[in-house]
């Protein structure tokens, strides 16, 4: 841990993916006068974040193993957070795999493995969340959809049918917390230039993990339950959704 002044009182924001060029750059912009929580593989090799977050004015930077596709471990791993920091504030779910589409067309392992990523483990953590948050009485939740799921292309159907999943599944738990406290931020981004998509070709109307973080935090302090990124993708897929089968078919990723 990197100590700073009193932490006791400070909120803690807790980064499921502690090495998600988003999920960081959301950290960075929460992090003065906050607490942060960097949860992912191999945590002991997460020093370069846990400087970045604390030049950037967090009272304390905590690394947590955390492995997301190990599901039996979730509740285990979030009692742990919870008995160290007291609270969980706000719960940014920033982990996930774009796949290799060629290869989960035929191999079923593979295929399976993005799905059980992108959506079960998600589903997994954000259960358990709303469960720990509901006895707090308040807390914040960032989820991370994708236009990829909002009308399923063939170009990356797997990921894209993982996505769609969780939208809904967040758009649901988003509803039934309503009223709660609890606010569930739903985020659909386009194509993202990052490490996630490199050496990708960059879809018309891309964003950077910066314009991400941007409009999440902006989402965070208005009370928003969804964002686009950016926002002229929510009229665009409007329209989209419009597409005869046999053009979308031929859709690029």
């Known amino acids: 841990m990197t100590a700073g002044a009193n932490t006791e009182d400070a909120e803690t924001v807790l980064l499921l993916g502690g090495r998600s060029e988003i999920g960081l750059e959301i950290a960075v912009r929460l992090a003065p006068g906050r607490r942060i929580v960097l949860a992912a593989r191999r945590s002991s090799d997460l020093e370069q974040q846990r400087t970045m977050l604390t030049d950037a004015g967090a009272l304390a930077v905590t690394a947590v193993e955390f492995d997301a596709d190990a599901t039996d471990t979730h509740a285990d791993f979030l009692a742990q957070v919870a008995r160290a920091h007291g609270r969980i504030d706000v719960a940014v779910l920033a982990f996930g795999i774009l796949g290799d589409q060629a290869r989960a067309e035929t191999d079923a392992a593979h295929a399976v493995a993005i799905v059980h990523t ?53 758009s649901g738990l988003g509803d039934a917390l309503h009223g709660s406290g609890i606010q569930l931020l739903l985020v659909r981004p386009g194509f993202v230039i990052g490490s996630m998509t490199e050496g990708m070709k960059p879809a018309p109307m891309s964003s950077t993990p910066a314009q991400v973080a941007d409009a999440v935090v902006r989402g965070l302090q208005s009370g928003a339950t969804r964002v686009w990124v950016p926002r002229i993708l929510q009229p665009v897929f409007f329209m989209m959704r419009l597409l005869p089968q046999s053009i979308w078919r031929r859709m690029p990723r």
């Open 118 to 170: 992108d959506y079960v483990a998600q589903v997994s953590i954000l259960t358990l969340l709303a469960e720990v948050m509901k006895r707090q009485g308040r807390g914040k939740i960032v989820v991370f959809s994708s236009v990829a799921g909002v009308r399923v292309r063939r170009a990356n159907y797997v990921y894209g049918s993982a996505k769609a999943g969780l939208d809904g599944f967040a």
